[in-house]
């Protein structure tokens, strides 16, 4: 098996390649501020992470995306995993990032902290064409198959999905294609919370990777399942990326988005619903200027906010009601506790 996988892993040149939301371009400001007051941060110097041995020497590809916090000094304070498509892609991506040098942020010509999505994609191309290529299409089709059918069997899928994640060569075009098979099976099987996931790994992949109907699909998709579970800011942000790459697919969603900013250009409170994730983590795009907790469960350790113009960090109490200054412009909480820690959070104004 060692020799078997030093063969394969001479067949490949690993590759890892970064993208950004924001740095090196204009960031993208809330409406309170102009172009002129407010510029995103530019990168100066980064370098690629090195390729984890474990998932070079099965011929893996692999996509994670990190948020950061860049500070007034251009320095990475903070970096966190919000998704991957496999947890031994991380390590080397954090260490990565937290080296970058950046230059900071700027607001009314003053440096400013700023917050930034990055998405690190880990690649292999293939020399020539094997017999563990095949081995992965042979349990796809599998999948393909049994997915297919009225009532799929759910048992049988976990096993073949289990076997997939093992196999020799995984190209960034196989993943995309497993991904899709996992977004179908969690349609089935799994709560409309772990739909969102499954379908949120999909965005990662380039656009060479999904068909056009494929996207359009999952970004539709996104949109719904994220205001069916409440989550309204998150809604905004894939809404306006749906009109932005697919404006005709607006029509679906267009009606249910209407009532959401009634709510909010009506100052209404609501509910929104959270929930750690398996690092202890979750993550809420707000809407409204103040907020509170209510009916917790599990440990909550702390709130980290990353807004447009100002980076925090916040001692977590149920007592306590929290409330953002305007010039703070568009904020992001992230809420770190034990995993599967839970509750409401109430937005006000």
Known sequence: MILKSIIIAALLIPSVSISSKTLAQQQKVDKKFSSDEFRGPQMEKREAPKYPISMLKLGHTGLVEIEITVDETGTVKNAVVIQSTDPDFEKNSLDAVLAYEIKPATYQGKDVSSRDRIVVRYEVEVRTWNEVGRNFLKIYRKIAKELEKDKPNEKK???????????????????????????????????????????TELVLFEAKYLADSERQQVLTSIVKHQINLGFYGEAIESYSTLQKEFPDAIKTVEPVIQKVNAILIAEQSYVRKFQTDQRGNDFVELTNPAFFFQNTSGVINKLKLRCQTRSTELEYSPENDYRLPPSWGKCSLQIIGEPGANGELIQVW
């Not at 999905?161 to 993943?175: E, G, H, I, P, Q």
Request: proline residues 0%; positive net charge.
């Open 157 to 199: 899928l976990s096993k073949l999905f289990k076997r997939a994640d093992k196999v020799y060569l995984l190209t960034m075009y196989s993943l995309s294609r497993l991904k899709l098979a996992q977004a179908k099976f969690s349609e089935h099987f799994k709560d409309q919370r772990t739909q969102l996931k499954a379908l």
